[in-house]
């Protein structure tokens, strides 16, 4: 289960509608039949049901077996799956508390093991970050059905974390992605020593993890992301030496072996040098290329705030460009949410932000603006990523308070108006 810091309500059934707008063309002929506002889908591996639309549900059906194949590449010495998951996805809070048990009230998703069902719902969330969640809740599922019901929590949720950062590349799901946030937490606990000791990570229950993330919510993103950082280790660290060696971690829990014990004897090391190498090993990665250019945006799209009176005047990246580098006298200063600043000062610095590390091409900017047609509002693309297309824009969570939102859209799912815009605004730039 995973907790996100509460988020503010906002327009969810205007997305999912262009969701399934979007879906239509492909799934005109879709079999999955709709029963009072229920719509199912099974796949190979799964049973759908949502009350969303049926093209959400296919599309979570595709996204599942995709992202089980991933689940079973990276645990493929277990037995085959005989018996098809259930996940059940609530367009609303309260369709999803009615299902669930009342202690993981404020969740976003769960996997209830004595129910055999994986939920999640909705509400307020993007479909990105929906999709995301079950591919957490996915991997707890697959863990528990498949591969051990022993499972370390840190483990359990250090995987579950790794798989939700997958991304869709239009063939398959790419893994070990770092995200800037993530890793700042991580690699500031380091800095400051509030990291959770090693020795104490291996050890702790459900119950004392439960404990932990209850208490506040930087707390908790901290379990969570270290959970994350010390499967990334094991997985990517050391040239992927460790990688396999999961397997056999968990088979010696199996036979009740302790956790810190398993570990040791299995990884061939004790948990205070392992802190060691672990602490190295983040302190050396840097963001993922495809963060960089989140990253980009979301300074862009701060920029044309402070530059233009209304959002609406943002209409090209090459107007906002000129104002940001060539207006004399015009001196500004960003803050990152890691707390790094970027400022006119540093031409360099300042330059890159127009740039996505995926631009093969030489031009100076690599984004394009398209407008929401209902609101006149700016939606700033990136369209040089396999698989996705990356869109910032803003959201209003009240009267006065905007927020910028970045997320990536699987390109198969994309609304055509919007693919049409997108043609167009590249080849206008
Ligand atoms: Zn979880
Ligand atoms: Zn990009």
């Known amino acids: 289960m995973r907790r996100p810091a509460p988020s503010p309500r906002r327009a969810r059934a205007a997305r999912l509608a262009a969701l399934a707008c979007a879906l239509l063309p492909l799934v005109a002929a879709s079999a999955a039949g709709a029963q009072g506002g229920t719509f199912r889908h099974e796949t190979e591996h799964y049973r759908i049901e949502t009350d969303i639309s049926a093209q959400f549900t296919r599309l979570v059906g595709m996204h599942m077996e995709e992202i089980f194949k991933e689940y079973s590449r990276r645990f493929a010495e277990y037995g085959e799956v005989r018996q098809r998951f259930n996940v059940a996805v609530f367009s609303t809070e309260e369709g999803y508390l009615s299902e669930v048990p009342p202690q993981v009230r404020g969740s976003t998703g769960v996997f209830i093991a004595s129910k055999q069902l994986l939920a999640a719902h909705a509400e307020d969330r993007t479909p990105e970050e929906v999709l995301r969640t079950l591919y957490h809740e996915g991997f707890h599922q697959f863990m528990f059905e498949v591969v051990s019901r022993e499972a370390p929590i840190w483990l359990?949720?250090?995987?579950?974390?790794?798989?939700?950062?997958?991304?869709?590349?239009?063939?398959?799901?790419?893994?070990?992605?770092?995200?800037?946030?993530?890793?700042?937490?991580?690699?500031?606990?380091?800095?400051?020593?509030?990291y959770v000791r090693i020795g104490q990570l291996l050890t702790l229950n459900p119950d004392q993890w439960l404990q932990n993330v209850r208490t506040d919510a930087h707390r908790a993103s901290l379990h969570y992301s270290e959970s994350w950082s010390v499967v990334h280790f094991l997985i990517h660290g050391d040239n992927g030496r460790n990688a396999s060696l999961l397997n056999d971690y968990l088979r010696e829990i199996a036979r009740s072996k302790p956790p810190e014990r398993a570990f040791a004897d299995v990884f061939k090391v004790d948990a205070g040098t392992f802190e060691r190498l672990w602490g190295a090993y983040v302190m050396s990665l840097e963001p993922s290329p495809k963060f960089r250019c989140r990253d980009n945006m979301e300074a862009l799209m701060l920029l044309a705030e402070m530059v233009y009176e209304s959002p609406t005047e943002f209409e090209k990246v090459s107007d906002l460009r000129r104002k940001v580098l060539y207006t004399s006298g015009y001196h500004w200063e960003i803050t990152r949410p890691t707390g790094q600043k970027v400022s006119s000062q540093d031409r360099q610095q300042a330059e890159a932000l127009f740039r996505c590390p995926f631009d093969e091409g030489r031009s100076s900017v690599s984004y394009v603006v398209v407008r929401h047609v209902p609101t006149g509002m700016p939606i700033l693309i990136c369209d040089h990523h396999p698989g996705v297309v990356l869109k910032a824009y803003y959201r209003n969570d009240s009267p006065g308070r905007r927020r910028i939102i970045v997320e990536e859209e699987v390109r198969e799912t994309l609304d055509p108006n919007l693919a049409q815009a997108i043609m167009a605004a590249v080849a206008d730039r």
């Open 156 to 194: 359990n949720e250090g995987l579950a974390e790794y798989f939700s950062e997958a991304t869709w590349n239009g063939r398959e799901f790419e893994l070990g992605q770092v995200p800037t946030t993530r890793l700042h937490t991580v690699q500031q606990a380091l800095r400051d020593g509030s």
